[in-house]
C-alpha cells in the first residue's frame, strides 16, 4: 500500500526528498500535473517503464511521454531537432503541450514502445516541475488511470484503484485543466495535431 502526501497548500521538502529517492531507484509516483494527474518512474529504465505499464495494465505497445524539466534535459532525450520544432517547443513549453521527436539513446525502447520517437512534454504545474528537476531525471508518466477508465484530476479519482501499486500518491488538489495535452508531431515540416486539447490556441 503507498503512501499519500498531502502538498494541496505546499511542497513538504522532507517529503520531497523521499519522493525523488523512489523516482530515481525507479518505484512509481503519481503526482499531478496541469493537465491530468500522472503516474511517474524515471524514463531511463527499462523496468520502471515496465511498472507502469504493469500498473495501469495498458499496452506495451502504446508509448510513454517522457516529462522534463527544462530544455537542457529535453536535448539529452532527443536528437535531430528541426528549427520548426524548436519554435514549437518556445513557444508552448512549458506547458500542456507534447511534441513527438527523435529519441536519442538515453531513451529505452520500452518507454518508446520500439520507436525512434518519444513523445515530450514539460508540465508547468508546480509540484511535477519541482519532482522532476529535484529528480534530476526524466520521468516517464502517462495518465494516472487504470487503461480503460477516465484520466484522474484529482486524487479520489484514482486512489482506489492505483494506491496499492505506486510507493507515493501525492495529493495537489484538482487538476488546473482536467484533460490530456495536446499532442503535436512535425511532418514534413508542418505540425500535425496527432491529438487535440480544447482552447489549444496559442501561435508558434
Same mark, same amino acid.
Given at each position: ?21 523512489? +523516482? $530515481? ?7 499531478? /500535473? ?7 518512474? =524515471? !524514463?531511463?529504465? %527499462? ?31 532527443t536528437k535531430e531537432i528541426s528549427e520548426t520544432e ?33 513523445? +515530450? $512534454? ?7 516541475? /519541482? ?7 526524466? =520521468? !516517464?508518466?502517462? %495518465? ?61
Amino acid at each position: 500500500m503507498g503512501k499519500i502526501f498531502d502538498w494541496k497548500n505546499s511542497i513538504n521538502e522532507y517529503e520531497l526528498q523521499e519522493v525523488v529517492s523512489k +523516482i $530515481r531507484s525507479g518505484d512509481l509516483v503519481v503526482f499531478p /500535473t496541469e493537465t491530468v494527474y500522472g503516474i511517474g518512474a =524515471v !524514463a531511463l529504465d %527499462s523496468l520502471a517503464a515496465s511498472k507502469i505499464y504493469t500498473a495501469k495494465g495498458r499496452p506495451s505497445d502504446n508509448p510513454l511521454i517522457v516529462h522534463v524539466s527544462d530544455f537542457d534535459m529535453l536535448k539529452k532525450c532527443t536528437k535531430e531537432i528541426s528549427e520548426t520544432e524548436e519554435r514549437l517547443i518556445k513557444a508552448f513549453m512549458p506547458g500542456p503541450f507534447t511534441l513527438i521527436l527523435k529519441k536519442s539513446d538515453i531513451i529505452p525502447n520500452e518507454v518508446s514502445a520500439n520507436l525512434d520517437t518519444v513523445g +515530450i $512534454r514539460m508540465p508547468s504545474n508546480k509540484i511535477a516541475h /519541482t519532482i522532476i528537476s529535484k529528480s534530476g531525471v526524466p =520521468v !516517464a508518466a502517462p %495518465s494516472a488511470n487504470v487503461s480503460g477508465r477516465p484520466s484522474g484530476t484529482n486524487i479520489s479519482d484514482i486512489k482506489k484503484e492505483l494506491l496499492d501499486k505506486v510507493s507515493i500518491m501525492i495529493d495537489g488538489g484538482d487538476s488546473d485543466i482536467g484533460l490530456e495535452s495536446t499532442v503535436v508531431k512535425v511532418i514534413d515540416n508542418i505540425p500535425v495535431i496527432l491529438r487535440p486539447r480544447k482552447n489549444f490556441s496559442r501561435r508558434y
